[in-house]
Nanobody
Framework: QVQLIESGGGLLQTGDSLRLSCAGSGRAFSNYAMAWFRQAPGKEREFVAGISWMYGNTFYADSVKGRFAISRDNAKNTVYLQMNSLKPEDTAVYYC????????????????????WGQGTQVTVSS
């Protein structure tokens, strides 16, 4: 079992930067691929960024590529999402998630691939 708690959301303006944090506890956090998803009102939850457990390989949705960066500090059991050049369309509840199984060799993008979720943190970007 992995427990996740996000923090760092807030109300921003276009062009601002923000860093979200996701603190994990429970089973060997470092053995799990981690991801950030987001869900805007009336829309499905979508993949934003992911990071593998072993080499820290990363993958990004096209909509955030070049603006967002995911990283992890396994010593602190924490995953981060640095968000730069924020846009109003980035407004959503952001969720941290851990893969359903540890030591997975591939980074997966679908919601169903992740069993452990945080409670979400709201990010609102005004124009």
């Amino acid at each position: 079992q992995v427990q996740l708690i996000e923090s760092g959301g807030g109300l921003l303006q276009t062009g601002d930067s923000l860093r979200l944090s996701c603190a994990g506890s429970g089973r060997a956090f470092s053995n799990y691929a981690m991801a950030w998803f987001r869900q805007a009102p009336g829309k499905e939850r979508e993949f934003v960024a992911g990071i593998s457990w072993m080499y820290g390989n990363t993958f990004y949705a096209d909509s955030v590529k070049g603006r967002f960066a995911i990283s992890r500090d396994n010593a602190k059991n924490t995953v981060y999402l640095q968000m730069n050049s924020l846009k109003p369309e980035d407004t959503a509840v952001y969720y941290c998630a851990a893969d359903s199984a540890p030591l997975r060799t591939s980074l997966r993008l679908g919601v169903l691939a992740y069993d452990y979720w945080g409670q979400g943190t709201q990010v609102t970007v005004s124009s």
